[in-house]
């Protein structure tokens, strides 16, 4: 079993963080996380994380001395958590120091894979698992997902011309390198208009992160599914 914690996607452990600032539950389990929609799947992966960090003990309770950062500003929650990470992850910063913190994935995954003796995969996660929580400590850039809808010139949302009383949404997400791979595109249809003759077709465009992975993506498709299909 790995020593060092890791998760598939830096986004839910972003979105996990942006929850416990607004309130430290004093347990934290997976009907916590299922309450506010946090980390479908990826659960389990995020409470050890938590746990690693001290933040929560083997019951999932809250640790009083080690979550007090979270109320403060940013600032200090930056501090604290920084504190934290050197503490739990010492031998990194006694082999890395400072640099730790600013590394990218390559030399941190090696790292990791060397002193965990784990897989390519597995060492790469942690990696990307440490980098999001050194990124929320205030080095490094948070994973970013963009959504933006095409408007015409006018600065209006383009519309088709009507169609046969049905409703169409179109969804297509391109990643930065679309000319190797083409655009990734699905059509979500609505119940047919009540009002034959009248129809509406909306296109979205979702602008992948060049560092986005496999969790990344599941969230933006649960998004567009959540959201086009209810």
């Known amino acids: 079993m790995a020593t060092y914690p890791y998760v598939s996607g830096s986004k839910v452990i972003v979105d996990t963080f942006e929850q416990l600032r607004k309130q430290v539950p004093n347990k934290v389990d997976a009907g916590w996380f299922q309450r506010f929609n946090l980390a479908p799947g990826n659960e389990s992966y995020v409470i050890n994380i938590l746990r690693f960090l001290g933040l929560i003990g083997e019951d999932g309770r809250k640790s009083d001395d080690k979550t007090g950062f979270f109320y403060s500003d940013d600032e200090a929650f930056q501090s604290g ?19 730790a913190l600013g590394n990218t994935r390559e030399p941190l995954s090696k790292w990791f894979r060397g002193a965990d003796k784990t897989s390519e995969l597995v060492g790469k996660r942690q990696a990307t698992t440490f980098g ?16 933006s809808t095409p408007k015409g010139q ?73 959201h086009l299909m209810s």
């Open 81 to 99: 958590l920084e504190q934290l990470l050197r503490e739990v992850y010492s031998e990194l910063f006694a082999e890395m120091g400072d640099d």
């Open 132 to 147: 999001t929580l050194a990124a929320l400590a205030g080095h490094g850039d948070l994973p970013a997902v963009r959504v």
């Open 154 to 226: 006018n600065g209006s949302t383009k519309k088709s011309p009507p169609s046969n009383g049905r409703a169409t949404a179109k969804a297509s997400v391109q990643s930065p390198n679309q000319s190797e791979t083409g655009a990734i595109k699905s059509e979500l249809f609505a119940a047919p208009s009540h009002q034959a003759g009248v129809g509406l077709t909306v296109r979205i465009e979702v602008n992948l992160p060049a560092g986005g992975d496999a969790g990344t993506y599941d969230a933006i498709f649960a998004s567009i599914r959540k």
